[in-house]
């Protein structure tokens, strides 16, 4: 197997994921593998595989095994994926308005299928960190790894289609070089974003932060919350 830079830190890893001796996923072999590279791989991976068909009704066929932790990523973009589209398709001007809000439902129910996913990555998270030994001055963070983790993977899907932007033939120079501008600065936020999670994880494992996760309790979807749908049920 001929590997090189980011290919053989992404399989470096995979091994030490899957063995369950190695409490550290953080280890150094001429460089620091990151945890961050092996999500973004996957999203990237989500990303590809449906803009081979570009439709909003095409399946999900997940690549990877349903233990492995790689599946919840690439289901998780996969939602993205589809919803970054639905969003696009809705705002057509010309669009039928029967078909918008047949299609806003759609993107409610994606929205709630986003957070539950969201929720099953950061259960995996809870459980890997349990036997962690908490310090008595760690801190809390501001989010959970797994919100992080969607933020990287809507940040793929603008990286794609930005650098769609940026090399569309069809487009003015002036587009293009403007894409370019905001290409760069997505680039140096994914760099950014990607460091900040692998710091996350890395203060979790190490007992300097400890997980806390509340579930969204989104409540426009529940027809025992909401008031519009709790009323039509009288």
């Known amino acids: 197997m001929n590997l090189h830079g980011l290919d053989l830190e992404i399989e470096l890893l995979k091994i030490l ?3 369950k001796s190695i409490k550290s996923i953080f280890v150094f072999i001429n460089y620091k593998i990151m945890f961050s590279k092996l999500a973004y791989s996957v999203f990237e991976e989500s990303i590809k595989d449906y803009h081979q068909f570009d439709n909003v009704d095409q ?3 997940n690549p990877y095994p349903k233990d492995k932790f790689e599946h919840l990523l690439y289901h998780k973009n996969w939602i993205d994926t ?3 589209h639905f969003e696009d398709i809705i705002r057509d001007p010309n669009i039928d308005p029967t078909a ?8 409610d ?3 709630q299928e986003r957070t539950d ?3 099953y990555i950061d259960s995996y998270f809870l459980q890997k960190y349990s036997t962690v030994k908490v310090k008595f001055e760690a801190k809390i963070n501001s ?3 797994a919100w992080a983790f969607d933020r990287l993977s809507i940040l793929a899907l603008k990286i794609f289609h930005m650098h769609e932007e940026a090399t569309r033939a069809e487009a003015s120079q002036d587009h293009r070089d403007k894409c370019q501008l905001k290409l760069n600065i997505l680039l140096e936020q994914r760099t950014d974003l990607s460091t900040a999670i692998d710091d996350l994880l890395a203060d979790i494992e190490n007992g300097d932060k400890f997980m ?3 579930k969204q309790m989104k409540m426009y979807n529940d027809d025992e919350l909401n008031p519009v749908l709790y009323q039509n049920k009288k």
């Open 59 to 61: 399946p999900i066929s």
């Open 143 to 145: 989010e959970s790894p």
């Open 212 to 214: 806390k996760v509340y």
């Open 17 to 19: 994921l899957n063995h």
């Open 82 to 84: 589809v919803q970054w």
């Open 100 to 107: 918008a809000l047949t299609l806003k439902r759609r993107i």
């Open 117 to 119: 996913m969201v929720e």
């Open 109 to 111: 129910a994606s929205n």
